[in-house]
């Protein structure tokens, strides 16, 4: 199964991500928005994980979060990746402070001796909003561009989250295999 870790978000900023979707499907109906129940922050992906190697990882995220407090971060902007030229994937910003970023690096760190390997781009804090297939409308970049510095609110990280991927015919859905809390 393929496995990730990450942080949810509170229902308020789960209803600025969902009303930054539906704009999106205005600007063009071709782009697929995420389902609101998936809208999450990855810290790390794990991939196709064996079944038995899960207590293993719950046990490493028991014993992180331990020494990891509750941090404070705030959606802000939007973007796409890889590049405007092409874009595959609309994002949101997070601003962590450094909080979010040190604790993707440790989990990076810690979870190397247990075979995943460490992830070789830079950490990029996002909630992904929507995916691309083809070309898209003209009027996203004005929506880009009108939203890149808009404010979405602040969070408060509590819980690390082992989180499922699985695969349908409308992108990704996602289920919680385990919930940690922060110190």
Not at 28 to 55: A, C, Q, W
Not at 79 to 95: K, Q, S, T, Y
Not at 101 to 113: C, G, H, V
Request: proline share 7%.
């Amino acid at each position: 199964m393929r496995t990730f870790i990450g942080l949810s978000i509170s229902q308020h900023l789960c209803e600025q991500a969902e009303c930054a979707a539906k704009q999106l499907q205005e600007v063009d109906s071709r782009i697929r928005t995420v389902t609101p129940d998936d809208f999450h922050i990855t810290l790390k992906f794990l991939g196709e994980t064996n079944v038995n190697r899960l207590p293993f990882v719950k046990d490493l995220l028991v014993g992180l979060a331990d020494s990891v407090s509750s941090f404070k971060w705030t959606a802000r902007g939007v973007g796409v990746f890889p590049e405007e030229r092409r874009p595959a994937v609309v994002w949101m910003g997070i601003d962590d402070l450094g909080a979010m970023s040190r604790l993707a690096s440790t989990l990076d760190a810690e979870l190397l001796p247990l075979g995943f390997p460490k992830e070789h781009r830079p950490f990029h804090p996002h909630l992904t909003l929507a995916r691309i297939n083809r070309r898209p409308s003209p009027l996203l970049f004005d929506w880009l561009d009108q939203n890149r510095d808009r404010d979405f609110g602040t969070e408060v990280a509590t819980e690390i989250h082992l989180y499922r991927s699985e695969p349908n015919q409308h992108g990704p859905r996602y289920k919680r295999l385990c919930s940690v809390p922060l110190k």
